[in-house]
Structure formats: structure tokens, C-alpha cells
């Protein structure tokens, strides 16, 4: 009996197994471009622009065309028309608004607008992928709508990112469709991704990930650490629309760490290792940082995969900060703590994203597993077809040791619905599939069952 040593047999699984059609490329060449393209000038410029205007508080002025988050929100409008109109009219652009009145931070009836970029897919339109950042600004007063607040970091960097993006993007096709989002009201209470999260749902579009980019530009900590050479993604564990019944499920089949939007982080994780240069992506399982919330979390709560990239030092002085200085200590987010070069980097990962899955094939669904009790593990899904599936190659089945953070082994198995990985037990790992286009784009792993699912 020959006896293989634990790295033979690592080594064994991970070898690729023969399918009737070719592998498609390990990488998609053209994200590196895309990458390229970007450019921390540019951001910078936007997120001065936007501190000029003197405060976008939800509770500022509207009317003016130099000050308050009126005028940042038509500016962004028009910036948004502007990249459409360099692309042939290639972007839809809209706002989408609601009244709200009677909250703690917006007791009076105060609309809410946030401007949407539409960039529609050429075979899977209401398939989508979002990329966010926040208009809106606050000092320390969350009811102060008067006073200066730059917000430059916290949150014009993401926006300034997400007007980029669209910049770099809107100059391709995809297979899926890309939003380009600027939200309002999340100082206030996230209303802003609330109200879109539920005109999303209105409209039937089947967002499969929503990058919420909040705080992209600083690299200097309160804690004295300098960096510009990490992030960090912050994922929901458990779905919070699980069910009762999918919970007692999950109890005895896994699924604790491999919700969809952990996957989506897995998956961002995986991005900055392969396309950006100098840049490592620190996982972190908590929806957010300790007790708090951004604006990726109305969309976990409409049942949308959704994570928030950010930087991983904060400067807890240049946030929702009066614009002062006590006993030499200097407070205020300006232009002083941003750093358009990181900006840019996170915008760029942000980008490589989207580019894949918005190029990717539609998402495996309806993922389920069977192999209690035997040598070997099978999954099976529902095979894309019709146009939507015009960009297929095939399928990659993913599997890790449960205490792994990151998938480990994959096998590329070509155009099925149905795969078994002989011998390999069931009872020692977790299991996942993507879906894989010619040009080598692909999903995020899916878990199956629905503590994994990305929906239909």
C-alpha cells in the first residue's frame, strides 16, 4: 500500500482534471488595463472639488449652486452625464429620492437624494454589480447643517472613487450591467441606501454585489501606523434575511462563514492579489468596525450580497470632526489627511471587481451538495442558458479545510450541472462553484443552500 505524505496529497487535489473543453485563462488580461487606467490626479481633483463645496450635511443647503449637498449632488449628476456623453450615451443616469422626517438625525421632512449611473450589460442586463460612495458630510453635531464640513476623507474619497470608476469602465462593454452609485443620508442614518436598496428591488434588478467604499484615502492612523499598502473588507457572516428554517439548516450543513457577501470578500481578497500591485486585502468578519455601520448594510437587509472596502487605519480626529484645533491637536477631515495615491489604488481594486463580474457568465444558482456517509462529494446547479448565458465556458468547482479562510483547491469542469470530487469527504471541507466566461471572468465562489446563495 503506497501511503501519500499530506503535501502529496494537497498536491492531488489541486491538479486540474481533464474536462472535454478547454480551460478558459487563468486571468482576464484586459483587467489589467483597466487598472492602469486610473488615475490618482484625477480623484484627487474630484475630492477637492466636493470639499469646496463648504458642507454636503443631508441637512444642508439645496438651492445654492456653489454650497451644500444640493449643489454636490447636481455636480455629480453632471459629471455622471458627462462620462456618458463621452461614451456614446452609454450610462443612464437618474436620481432616486424619498422624504424622510420623524428620525433622530432628520426630524424634519427633508428629501434624500442619491444620483445612480446605470451602465446596462449587452446579454444580462438586470444582472448587477454596485459600486458606492457617500455624498453626504457631518461634523461633530450630526444635526449641524451649517457649519463647514469638508468631508474629505470620510466620504468624498469613496465618491471621488466611484466617479472614477465610471470614467474607466463606461469606455468598455460587459456581459452584466454596472451601477455607478453616489448615496445620501448615511451620516443620518443610512436612509439614502435604504431608499435605493427599495427602488432595486421595485425595478427587479438582481444585484449580486454592492462594493460600498467608505474612507478610501488615508493612510495615517491615530494609532501612528503609516500604510498605503492594505484595505480592508468587512462582510456580513450569516445572512440577515435567513430564515428560521435556513438556520436550523445551516446548523448541521456549515455555512456560518460563507454567506454571499463573504464570498464577495473572498473574492475582492483574491482580486488584489492578482491585479494590484502592492496591495493586500485584510478580511475582516464583522459586518463593520465594532459597533458601528455604513451604507453597504441596507442592501444585506433587502437580501443583497454587499461588503465595504476601506482603509485599515483610521484617523478617528479627522472624523466627524468641528474643524478646530485644542491644545495643538488639530481636528477636521480636509485635504490634509488624503491621499489620492491609496484612493486610487482602492478604486483600482474596486474596478478589477466589478470588470469580472460584470463580465462574468450569470451566478451558479440553486447550488445544492450531497455526499454524506461516502467516499466522495457531489454538487449540482442549474446550467445557465439562453442569451444570458452567450459568454459561458463553464464551471469551476472550489473546495478548503473549514478552517480555512480562502479557497484552497479548484477544478475547472466545463459545461455541466453536476460534478463528484472522488474521494474527497465531505465531512472535511466546505464546497463552492463559480461560473467562468471564455475570457476567463468569473463569480464569486457560491456556497450551497441558501446560506450561500446569490439568488436567481
Known amino acids: 500500500m503506497r501511503i501519500l505524505t499530506s503535501a502529496a496529497a494537497a498536491a ?58 444640493g449643489a454636490a449632488r447636481r455636480w455629480i449628476h453632471d459629471e455622471f452625464e458627462r462620462i456618458s456623453a463621452e461614451c456614446g450615451g452609454c450610462l443612464e443616469v437618474i436620481y432616486v429620492s424619498d422624504t424622510i422626517s420623524g428620525e433622530r438625525r432628520i426630524p424634519e421632512p427633508t428629501e434624500v437624494v442619491s444620483v445612480i449611473a446605470i451602465q446596462r450589460g449587452t446579454l444580462d442586463p438586470d444582472r448587477f454589480v454596485m459600486m458606492s460612495g457617500d455624498i453626504d458630510s457631518r461634523v461633530s453635531d450630526p444635526l449641524d447643517g451649517t457649519s463647514d464640513s469638508p468631508g474629505a476623507n470620510d466620504n468624498a474619497s469613496g465618491m471621488a472613487g466611484v466617479i472614477e470608476a465610471a470614467r474607466v469602465l463606461s469606455q468598455h462593454e460587459f456581459a452584466g450591467s454596472i451601477i455607478y452609485a453616489g448615496l445620501s443620508g448615511e451620516e443620518q442614518g443610512l436612509f439614502g441606501g435604504r431608499i435605493v436598496a427599495a427602488h432595486a428591488l421595485e425595478q427587479g434588478w438582481r444585484i449580486k454585489g454592492v462594493l460600498n467604499n467608505d474612507m478610501i484615502s488615508n493612510i495615517a492612523g491615530i494609532n501612528g501606523v503609516i500604510d498605503n499598502t492594505t484595505a480592508r473588507v468587512f462582510s456580513e457572516g450569516t445572512r440577515y434575511v435567513e430564515t428560521e ?24 481578497d483574491r482580486t488584489a492579489d492578482q491585479y494590484i500591485p502592492n496591495l493586500d486585502v485584510m478580511m475582516v468578519y464583522r459586518l463593520d468596525r465594532f459597533g458601528r455601520g455604513g451604507h453597504h448594510r441596507p442592501f444585506n437587509e433587502a ?22 484645533t485644542e ?49 466522495s462529494t457531489t454538487l449540482r446547479w442549474d446550467m445557465a442558458e439562453g442569451e444570458a448565458a452567450g459568454n459561458l465556458a ?63
Open 245 to 268: 428554517e435556513e438556520a436550523r439548516q445551516r446548523r448541521f450543513t456549515g455555512g456560518e462563514v460563507d454567506s454571499p457577501s463573504r464570498n464577495l470578500a473572498r473574492f475582492v
Open 394 to 456: 463553464g464551471y469551476r468547482v472550489h473546495w478548503r479545510l473549514t478552517d480555512q479562510p480562502q479557497w484552497q483547491w479548484s477544478r475547472f469542469v466545463g459545461r455541466v450541472g453536476e460534478y463528484t470530487l472522488e474521494n474527497v469527504v465531505i465531512d472535511n471541507y466546505y464546497f463552492g462553484v463559480s461560473a467562468v466566461a471564455t475570457d476567463g471572468s468569473e463569480t464569486p465562489v457560491v456556497f450551497p443552500g441558501p446560506a450561500g446563495s446569490f439568488g436567481d
Open 327 to 375: 491644545d495643538g491637536r488639530v481636528y477636521g477631515d480636509t485635504m490634509d489627511g488624503v491621499d489620492a495615491g491609496h484612493a486610487a489604488k482602492l478604486t483600482a481594486l474596486n474596478i478589477a471587481v466589478m470588470a469580472q463580474m460584470a463580465g462574468a457568465p450569470p451566478f451558479p444558482a440553486n447550488v445544492e451538495i450531497e455526499g454524506a456517509v461516502q467516499p
Open 12 to 69: 492531488l487535489l489541486s491538479m486540474p482534471v481533464l474536462a472535454q473543453e478547454h480551460a478558459p485563462p487563468a486571468e482576464v488580461l484586459a483587467v489589467h488595463d483597466y487598472v492602469a487606467a486610473v488615475s490618482a490626479d484625477r480623484i484627487g481633483q474630484d475630492i477637492q472639488t466636493l470639499v469646496d463645496f463648504g458642507t454636503r450635511h443631508t441637512l444642508s443647503e439645496t438651492q445654492s449652486d456653489t454650497r451644500g449637498i
Open 303 to 324: 437580501g443583497m450580497p454587499g461588503v465595504r472596502i476601506m482603509e485599515t487605519n483610521e484617523h478617528y480626529d479627522r472624523q466627524h470632526q468641528d474643524l478646530r
